[in-house]
């Protein structure tokens, strides 16, 4: 019997839903505690002001203010927030990706974070999913854990990382899933504790400390599990 998620992927017309839920959820449920504090503020912060401006400024009742100000708030959170095309290749399967332009996108990521120059927010930086697996296919998407340190500055700066990588990856019309973790256990359960991450940073040697099993690996070994060839330069 197969799931209400594949017959919504069977269905033309069905697929439509994942836009509205995908706009209403913005992945809050599952989101760690500073990404809902992220994006629930996100939408506050915005609708609060369309809030103002149609109540004080064009006399529109309190409720239609309240309702235009939330939906206009929380479709620019969308905008910001979202990766679109991990909607419309991952979820509704419109559009087709390939593995060396995963693989690509996951090696940016890489670079990006061994090049900055503060490193002082973040613990860890990991990959999971079908890519650990080697079922990378043209429907996949890539999962990104960025493992923050504890306080409100790092929060920030983790913030904007994983929003510069979302629009990054929009541009290049990439599906990326990228989540801000406040510690490693969490990361580790999102996975459903998968026990193979790649590793795209470590710079504290801290991964192996909470993947005991030693089993983590680089891109290019997941290019190889995966059937692709291994880049000749490997860093």
Request: glycine residues 4%; positive net charge; contains cysteine.
């Amino acid at each position: 019997m197969s799931s209400l998620k594949d017959k919504i992927f069977s269905n033309k017309y069905l697929r439509w839903l994942q836009i509205f839920t995908n706009w209403l959820m913005q992945g809050i449920l599952h989101a760690d505690m500073s990404e809902k504090i992220y994006k629930i503020g996100f939408t506050l912060f915005f609708g609060a002001i369309f809030f103002s401006l149609f109540y004080f400024q064009f006399n529109i009742s309190i409720f239609k203010s309240i309702v235009l100000g939330f939906i206009i708030a929380h479709t620019i959170n969308w905008f910001v927030n979202c990766n679109f095309y991990v909607l419309f290749v991952h979820r509704m399967r419109w559009l087709k990706t390939s593995k060396p332009e995963l693989f690509n996108q996951l090696t940016a990521i890489r670079q990006r974070l061994e090049k900055m120059p503060d490193k002082d927010w973040i613990l860890y930086s990991v990959s999971h999913g079908g890519i650990c697996k080697g079922t990378l296919n043209k429907h996949s998407d890539i999962d990104v854990s960025l493992i923050r340190k504890p306080g409100l500055k790092n929060m920030v700066k983790a913030i904007l990382f994983y929003v510069k990588e979302k629009k990054y990856a929009d541009i290049k019309g990439v599906p990326l899933d990228i989540f801000i973790c406040d510690s490693p256990e969490n990361c580790i359960q999102r996975s459903k504790r998968q026990k193979n991450p790649i590793v795209l940073l470590d710079h504290k040697n801290k991964v192996d400390d909470f993947y005991t099993d030693k089993l983590s690996m680089s891109i290019e070994e997941a290019k190889v599990l995966n059937g692709e060839k291994p880049s000749k330069d490997n860093n």
